[in-house]
């Protein structure tokens, strides 16, 4: 039975506090930015040449100086809900996700991996937690305390009005504001039942040791795969794609998935190693870390293939309105775009492609942490140019970045050590058991 240690419990909260502090200091800082320094900054990005827009709207309705100026007004403003909604959706993706491995592994009657059930329950144990968040987030967007979605904004369906957008207008049977209110409800309620379920069904099975039960929870697990391929797709649409609405890409929702599978991975790994080495897991080996490295290493690469082959295509076709998405992206974050492939793809790539490497310990924990960094900073390039554009790079919006990630991870930390102290660690009712704790890796 694992203890949450009171030093690690003290450091997630102190995360906690830290962030909410650090967060408002910024939220104040941004609210307080006046109309002349806002001039200033959107005259300083268009006198160094960078024009390419980083969001669909610049296009649409009136191009004059007041135009301009109330969109980047809009876009600064937005900074604070921005930063705390790329790092809650990373998070709340890569909780699911580790529960859609635990589901596959299940549902593949997989023996290796039973020694870590416990550890991806305790992760799963986030998503309620996460999902709460995105709910605040999207409340706050309805009511028009936030403008992350243009398309929320009545007069562009409004025929009548200067800004009318023909393209939202058609899109307006799925882009409307009570039908993203009923999907989102239905991605956090349907993903905290299926965490609450799973974990449930998974003890019964220890309780009572029965084959009909397991028989109950490899059913349930199956059922979770199918909510999490569609829902996981839609909640790509809705929380990630639609901030741009205009522009949409049929490789999105299978590379903003993967992102997250492969830092759920990472998270996997450094939770197991932790209770390794802190001897309240002694099973966990090096046959599981190797299997556990083979997964980071292929979902990274998976990731790789999914973002080169949507960038690809677009830049192959060079249909302006689509190419607009990148050029925005390099001209405005040309610091964290491109070079995220070294993390995400290059260090990976050298560092994991030896089966060896994969059983050492320091190595494969400190990929881990590079992945997730990683993937945090690929949610970062999804969410910011589109809602923020070119006004990322000031102290206000650090203070809000930093804030917001410490915050989340403070809370992740909390929920998911507190969420195990609760399990019992070795899952004794699992008809796989045995086979994962002899587990060898042939090669």
């Known amino acids: 039975m694992y203890s949450f240690s009171p030093k690690l419990k003290s450091t997630s909260i102190i995360l906690l506090v830290v962030g909410l502090v650090l967060f408002g200091i910024g939220f104040f800082l941004n609210n307080g930015i006046s109309e002349e320094r806002i001039k200033d900054m959107m005259h300083a990005v268009h006198s160094a040449g960078h024009d390419a ?4 709207s610049e296009m649409i309705g009136p191009q004059d100086e007041a135009s301009h100026l109330e969109h980047a007004a809009m876009q600064v403003h937005n900074s604070p809900l921005a930063s705390i909604h790329f790092v809650a959706v990373f998070f709340f993706g890569v909780s699911c996700a580790v529960l859609f491995f635990y589901c596959i592994q299940h549902a593949a009657h997989a023996g290796w991996p039973i020694i870590i059930t416990r550890v991806m329950e305790a992760i799963a144990s986030y998503i309620p937690y996460g999902g709460a968040i995105l709910v605040i987030i999207m409340l706050l967007n309805i009511f028009h305390q936030g403008h992350l979605f243009h398309w929320m904004d009545p007069d562009l369906t409004d025929p009548n009005s200067a800004h009318f957008d023909v393209i939202l207008f058609e899109k307006k049977r799925f882009l409307n504001i009570p039908f993203y209110a009923i999907r989102t409800l239905i ?7 299926f965490a609450w379920k799973l974990k449930a069904q998974s003890k019964k099975v220890d309780d009572t040791k029965s084959l009909i039960e397991y028989q109950f929870l490899y059913r349930w697990a199956v059922g979770y795969i199918a909510f999490f391929g569609f829902a996981s797709a839609a909640w790509a649409w ?7 609405p205009h522009w949409y890409s049929t490789m999105y929702i299978w590379y903003s998935m993967v992102s997250c599978l492969s830092s759920g991975i990472a998270v996997i790994i450094l939770l197991s190693v932790y209770l390794k080495k802190n001897g309240f897991l002694p099973q966990f080996n090096d046959n599981h870390l190797h299997d556990l490295g083979v ?4 979902t990274s690469m998976l990731w790789t293939y999914t973002w080169f082959a949507q960038f690809m295509l ?10 607009n998405y990148f050029f925005g992206r390099f001209q405005h974050y040309g610091v964290t775009f491109l070079p995220m492939l070294i993390i995400n793809f290059l260090l990976p790539l050298l560092v994991l492609v030896s089966s060896s490497i994969k059983r050492n310990y320091k190595v494969v924990t400190i990929m881990a942490v590079v992945v997730i ?3 945090l900073l690929d949610y970062f390039n999804m969410v910011m140019p589109g809602t923020v554009g070119p006004y990322w790079n000031t102290p206000e919006v650090l203070l809000l970045i930093v804030g917001a990630v410490l915050f989340v991870v403070g809370l992740f930390i909390f929920t998911v050590m507190s969420a195990l102290s609760k399990l019992k660690l070795i899952p004794t009712g699992n008809p796989y058991l045995h086979e994962s704790e ?3 890796y042939p090669f």
């Open 438 to 440: 002899i587990y060898e």
């Open 295 to 298: 997964f980071l290493f292929a």
């Open 238 to 244: 809705d929380w990630l794609m639609s901030i741009d």
């Open 373 to 375: 960094l990683g993937h």
């Open 314 to 323: 677009y830049w192959y076709a060079n249909v302006p309105e689509e190419v």
């Open 187 to 193: 991605y956090v309620i349907g993903a905290s039942f």
């Open 53 to 56: 827009p980083t969001h669909s």
